[in-house]
């Protein structure tokens, strides 16, 4: 039998790595395998157990007799925004925003309490990791005035909820979450037990007030944010700001959503006036591509449930020292060594003494399989020295025997190729059975790479 004081103990041991918590400590975590993770921590129940009963006074009502009506939703100014939000912000929601330091999370915050603002709306602006002047500079780079937008330096969570309190805002921004504390928690800022706590406190604040909460966070180099177990499960929403950092490019990218599909990507520009949407992202990437170039192919990738017309190149060069070399930029390395064996085995295509390397332009990544065909017209067409058909876009998965297999979603992407204005999609021939049909556009369907190589490429002379 436990006895009162271990019932009443505070004292936890918790995994920084992914949120594990053992009355003992640890060495290695048995949740997520990380070693020497476990940190001493004294948790709050008081904070804790009174929100929970605040929450829990609803009472239980049968599904059949709620009400269904349209969730309200609050227009964010961006449209790119309101479109990975799944149609705008719903009022209560806390919504996470986590990328790499500098991608544009600050950035991406102020341009939007400014749109806010500008429609008379208070909102304030909580930043734990810059002083006013700082943002000040910035926000008259953004040429954002900063009228009813409430600056608040403040890091300590108690503070920060009274002056929302005060204040009463329409939104209010968290910049960043691993900056603030909660004195009745131990931990460091950052640390899994403040940050947890923290946007645990965010969280009911939110659904209390009914007022939407965005909190930044830092993603750690393993890719998450401050322990992938922790914050995703408390928070409403999750969005990933990613982007290279050679780009300008910049993808919001849903990743969880209670109030709508995570299938959306926004994509913005990085620009010396800030972030810029680009609401016709195909035609932004394909803006440099040349048509007829050797080794350049159009590839209709999606992203989520939105098409996007990318272009991929390939560069093949005699092998001049050592074993052949392969380079994948913005592919997965281990796709290229597939598509570049199929193409030597079934294909016959000389690649053993040759280096080969993909780029895919706009710092953009394809993951998908359905861009191995666009992919291995753009090696062959460098390896023949043949450009490929003017005007083609080019889809399909390779299989190891050299058959193209289905792809999904085919329409959205003929339909994204017809907008962009072009004259014909190669394709898998078992996606178009029953037969597609596209007035518009001329579909070349093949069933072996060996015949779709032969399709794509411009004849010789
Ligand atoms: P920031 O929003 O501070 O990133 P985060 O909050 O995610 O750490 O973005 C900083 C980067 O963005 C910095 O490298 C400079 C660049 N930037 C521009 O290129 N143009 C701009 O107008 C602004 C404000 C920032
Ligand atoms: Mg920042």
Known sequence: M??????KSKITFICQQCGKENPKWLGRC?????????????????????????????APQELYTAQKGDIPRFNLGFSELNRVLGGGLVPGSLVL????????????????????????????????????????????????????IYFLAETNMEQVLQHLEEISPALVMVDSIQTVFLDDVTGVPGSISQVRECTLR???????????????????????????????????????????PFHNYRMLRGVKNRFGSTNEVGVFEMGSDGLIEVNNPSQAFLSQHEDTSIGSVVIPTLEGSRPLLVEAQALTSSTSFGPPRRIANGIDFNRLLLISAVLGKRARIKLSNQDIIINVTGGLRINEPAADL??????????????????????????????????????????????????ACLLPKS?????????????????????????????KG
């Open 2 to 7: 436990r006895s009162e004081s271990q019932v």
């Open 30 to 58: 048995p949740s997520c395998g990380a070693w020497g993770s476990f940190v001493e921590t004294r948790v709050s129940p008081p904070s804790l157990s009174s929100h929970h009963h605040q929450l829990a006074n609803n």
């Open 97 to 148: 925003i986590g990328g790499e330091p500098g991608i544009g999370k600050s950035t991406l915050l102020l341009q939007t309490s400014d749109s806010v603002a500008r429609n008379n709306k208070l909102v304030v602006y909580v930043s734990g990791e810059e002083s006013i002047t700082q943002v000040k500079l910035r926000a008259e780079r953004l040429k954002i005035s900063g009228k009813n």
């Open 202 to 244: 965010l969280m009911y604040w939110a659904k209390q007030k009914n007022i939407p909460v965005f909190i930044a966070g830092h993603v750690t180099k393993e890719g998450s944010i401050a322990g992938p177990g922790t914050l995703e499960h408390i928070v409403d929403v999750v969005l990933y700001f990613e982007g290279e």
């Open 374 to 423: 666009g992919i291995a017209l753009a090696i062959a067409s460098s390896a023949h020295d043949i450009p490929p058909l003017a005007k083609l876009a080019v889809m399909g998965e390779i299989g190891l025997s050299g058959e193209l297999r289905t792809i999904p979603q085919i329409e959205r992407r003929i339909t994204e190729a017809v907008r962009l204005g072009f004259n």
């Open 431 to 459: 996606n178009s059975n029953p037969p597609l049909q596209h007035a518009d556009i001329h579909l070349l369907t093949a069933d072996s790479i060996t015949e779709a190589l032969r399709l794509g490429l411009s004849k």
